[in-house]
């Protein structure tokens, strides 16, 4: 049980740099979870806090001790690997095991360590089973067992659950927040799936392209993105994005397409970037009017892809609750106060000027 | 699929079980015959049971000077087992080296190692029996399998399965605390034992059947390996035991068909298994 500190944390490979100084503290008992795409510096953040790699510039302190330059072995810290790396040989109670005989715990100590976490992971019938006999989620929980054995300061998770099926993958997410919360660690988290880590993390930290691009609370991250990439990221569909401009002293958006959007408070800028998630558009009597170009029907709701007429074909999607019946073009309206104001230029977010 | 058996295919198997096993017959059959008879060219495919004897005879008996047969074995045996597992302790070594180590000059020295595939003993025979002379190792027996234990081969195929082993494994005994030694062995030989198995098989069979070095090194009558002394008994055409030299023969043949025969699950276990 400790806090993490990240100072200035950057590394490079050779002329190419994957981390650009990130500053990053975890309460204890608190778990992150650190998404973004493939290649965002993802993982080799976790791996450097893990000691398997070492940062080119920076300091890591795991619970007020400096250990940017200590071996993983003496960073107190344990890993679940994405594919679980079990060692192929050993019973499912020799892989929680080793980590402590090499400590050189007494046997008695060991069994008792083992069997307590085997009871509270369901391993128990399996302890004298080799890898290769068990399930994706066994395995899974097997390379949580090593991990938990060992009473580490800090938990890393590194893409623990896209190996697994995605009803599985459900169950273990919850499982692993249920575990996490009991045990109390300090857990720091990766993954690339955004819905993983909006239930998962305390709070997040969306790298993109090896920069911190926002981090705080799920909901705030949701609620209030930093910038376009942040609000294209998070959210299922994604956000729908539209090129505008800022009139009438900041407090309303005139669209290219020329619809007029009101906007609460006012804003300073003129290029911007409108962006409002298809659950904040609502059918029937509004500002917008599109084609439509399909209509998808989930179920308990049904999403509608179209373009906005009159504008430069940009594809909108609205998300209806119940069903849609066919049509060939639809009139929407956008919820007052959900509507979203991006720097056009940079892509920063804008706020309202109090 | 098909229940009519494939009776070319079982003719085609059935003539090279003949081809491999006859000769083997022959000289077993020839053990137990008249040496005179053999010399006649009188060879019955039916063996003299009543001739068993012979084996014994040369087990235990020396002829012509040279060592009895069981004392020829013991060498050829020490000889082997100290070239398999020299050569598997060298190359897990330089293999584990290369494999998990970054330190300078890394790739030099496994190109260096590479390289010597192109030097078979045959091309170093000279200089390496000056060395084992500047050793003093002439005529002894750690001068029979020393100069042998290196082998590019074995550290190659350690190499390719060191590579297959996940990252994640190896960072995952580093996050447990496993230093090297412990990674080793505790990690990687388990891991690569079937490897091992049948590697040793190979070598084994490779250095009981050294024949050159032997000659060479050991002129001395107690280090005779058994190839040798095969070599040895065969003198002028009419003095020749034959049955004899069939009789060492089968014998010589014994330990590497046991050694395969008792490892075979091992030994087509770690050529085809291809899963870590």
Redesign the interface.
């Known amino acids: 049980m400790a806090t993490l500190e990240l100072q200035g944390v950057a590394k490079s490979f050779g002329a190419t740099q994957v981390l650009r100084e990130i500053d990053l503290s975890l309460n204890d008992q608190e778990m992150l979870v650190i998404v973004g795409a493939s290649g965002c510096g993802k993982s080799t953040l976790l791996r450097l806090v893990?000691?398997?790699e070492t940062p080119t510039r920076g300091r890591i302190t795991i619970g007020g001790r400096d250990v940017t330059a200590l071996?993983?072995?003496e960073r107190d810290?344990?890993?679940v690997?994405?594919?679980?790396?079990?060692?192929?040989?050993m019973s499912v109670f020799d892989n929680m095991a080793?980590?402590l005989r090499?400590?050189g715990m007494s046997r008695g100590e060991i069994t008792r360590k083992v069997e307590e976490a085997a009871q509270l992971l369901g391993l128990h019938p399996l302890l004298a089973r080799k890898p290769r006999q068990l399930s994706g989620g066994q395995r899974q929980r097997v390379a949580m067992g090593?991990a938990i054995v060992r009473d580490p300061k800090l938990f890393l998770f590194d893409e623990p659950l896209s190996n697994l099926d995605a009803k599985l993958r459900v169950q273990m997410r919850a499982e692993i927040r249920k575990l996490q919360r009991r045990l109390g660690v300090t857990s720091l988290y990766v993954t690339h799936d955004q819905v993983e880590a909006m239930t998962l993390g305390d709070r997040l930290l969306i790298l993109h392209e090896g920069a911190a691009a926002q981090l705080a609370t799920p909901m705030q991250v949701f609620e209030h993105p930093a910038d376009t990439y942040v609000a294209g990221f998070v959210g299922s569909p994604t956000m729908n994005f539209l090129p505008a401009r800022l009139v009438r002293d900041g407090t309303a958006a005139q669209l290219e397409a020329g619809p007029l959007i009101p906007l609460q408070g006012h804003r300073p800028g003129d290029a911007v970037t409108l962006g409002i998630r298809p659950e904040h558009l609502t059918c029937g009597g509004g500002e917008l009017t599109l084609t439509v170009d399909l209509i998808e029907p989930l179920g308990s709701e049904t999403l509608v892809h179209g373009r906005v007429v009159g504008g430069d074909d940009e594809a909108i999607v609205v998300k209806v609750p119940g069903a849609v019946a066919p049509t060939e073009t639809i009139a929407v309206s956008v919820q007052v106060g959900h509507v979203h104001i991006f720097d056009h230029a940079t892509g920063k977010r804008i706020d309202p000027i109090a | 699929m098909r229940n009519r058996p494939d009776y070319l295919a079982h003719a085609i198997l059935i003539l090279g079980v003949c081809l491999f096993a006859l000769p083997v017959w022959l000289v077993f059959a020839g053990s137990t015959q008249d040496s005179d008879a053999i010399m006649r060219g009188e060879l019955s495919l039916v063996p003299h049971f009543s001739n068993l004897s012979v084996y014994t005879r040369v087990l235990t008996t020396s002829s012509m000077g040279s060592q009895p047969v069981w004392h020829m074995l013991l060498i050829s045996l020490g000889m082997a087992l100290a070239i398999a597992v020299g050569k598997i302790v060298i190359s897990i070594l330089s293999a584990y080296a290369v494999v998990f180590f970054r330190f300078p000059f890394r790739h030099v020295a496994f190109w260096l190692i590479f390289v010597t595939l192109m030097l078979p003993v045959e091309v170093r025979i000279i200089p390496t029996y000056t060395v084992m002379a500047d050793f003093g190792l002439i005529n002894s027996f750690t001068g029979l399998w020393v100069p042998l234990i290196a082998s590019a081969t074995a550290t190659l195929l350690f190499r390719q399965v060191f590579t297959a082993i996940p990252d994640e494994l190896v960072e995952a005994a580093r996050i447990d605390g496993a230093g090297p030694l412990r990674f080793l062995r505790d990690i990687v030989l388990p891991v690569s034992g079937a490897n091992i198995a049948a590697l040793f098989v190979i070598l084994f069979v490779y250095g009981w059947n050294q024949y050159l070095w032997p000659l060479l090194v050991a002129t001395d009558q107690g280090l005779d390996t058994i190839v040798i002394g095969i070599v040895k008994m065969i003198g002028q055409e009419t003095q020749t035991d034959w049955s004899a030299v069939m009789a060492t023969t089968v014998l010589a043949l014994l330990p590497p068909v046991l050694v395969v025969v008792l490892m075979q699950r091992w030994f087509v276990a770690g050529l085809t298994e291809g899963e870590k």
Do not use: C, E, K, W
């Open positions: 893990a000691g398997l071996d993983p072995s810290v344990a890993m690997f994405q594919n679980y790396a079990l060692y192929p040989h080793y980590g090499i400590r090593r």
